[in-house]
């Protein structure tokens, strides 16, 4: 009975940890954040700025710019919310040139 229970105690702290953890390596939607970014972000990174796409940068790089976007010169002009920006994260990350599926095209 008392194995049970610390089992069981431990599947749970287990999975807890696991969620835990999806949520913080990202948990954005991709799919979404594709059509943010061209939303978004292309509308300058495609004519004023240089043309960025996702495989322009490893997924470490991606991890790197983003874990600080107050360094981002345009980050100030931004008109995305927080759940926008990890989605438009996600993507970038999902799709760099280093990812299982790197895009192909932005």
């Not at 495989?55 to 991606?62: I, L, R, S, V």
Request: proline content about 4%; aromatic content about 10%.
């Amino acid at each position: 009975m008392k194995s049970k229970l610390i089992l069981a105690v431990a599947t749970a702290l287990i999975t807890v940890f696991a969620v835990s953890m999806a949520f913080a390596m990202g948990g954005g939607n991709a799919r979404k954040g594709k059509f943010l970014y061209r939303k978004n972000c292309r509308s300058c990174h495609g004519t004023t700025a240089s043309d960025m796409s996702p495989a322009d940068k490893t997924q470490a790089e991606w991890t790197a710019l983003f874990s600080d976007t107050g360094k981002i010169k345009c980050s100030p002009h931004w008109t995305v919310n927080e759940k926008d920006l990890n989605d438009i994260f996600t993507y970038l990350h999902d799709y760099a040139k280093d990812s299982p599926s790197p895009a192909k095209c932005s």
